[in-house]
């Protein structure tokens, strides 16, 4: 399925490194020019604000609604930018399925279930709901 999102950093294809294969991807970069923070990151440093967490309603609204296929949706996985007056999240990694037969991509039903259930663990495992 294609996705068009702007949540998702451009790929540039995977280049091997000394830690095995690694994905070229854009650097998301706040709107001062620093590289900006997972949210893992974030919550260290601000805690878990009002505009972080609007921002992951609306990611999850998108992800949502184009049904993404990941292995699970994690802090260190998710990248916050911040804009002079806006918060975008992207998603870095942990793309793809874990099913050995990814019915959660044949089957929509199946699918809209599946990410509510990965929607939802990421919101107990960090207390972001």
């Not at 399925?1 to 998301?28: A, E, K, Q, W």
């Not at 309603?57 to 296929?69: A, K, T, W």
């Not at 990694?93 to 259930?117: H, M, N, Q, Y």
Request: glycine residues 8%.
């Amino acid at each position: 399925m294609f996705c068009s999102s702007p949540n998702f950093p451009r790929c540039y294809g995977i280049h091997p490194t000394n830690r095995g294969n690694g994905i070229v991807s854009d650097l998301i970069r706040d709107a001062d020019g620093s590289v900006s923070k997972t949210v893992r990151q974030y919550v260290k440093a601000n805690g878990k604000s009002a505009e972080l967490l609007a921002a992951l309603d609306e990611f999850f609204e998108m992800f949502r609604s184009q049904r993404i296929v990941t292995r699970d949706i994690l802090d260190h996985n998710l990248v916050i930018q911040i804009g002079e007056s806006t918060r975008t999240i992207y998603m870095i990694d942990g793309f793809g399925s874990a099913e050995l037969l990814p019915i959660s991509c044949w089957f929509p039903t199946i699918g809209r279930k599946s990410v509510e259930r990965k929607i939802a663990r990421f919101r107990a495992r960090y207390g972001l709901g």
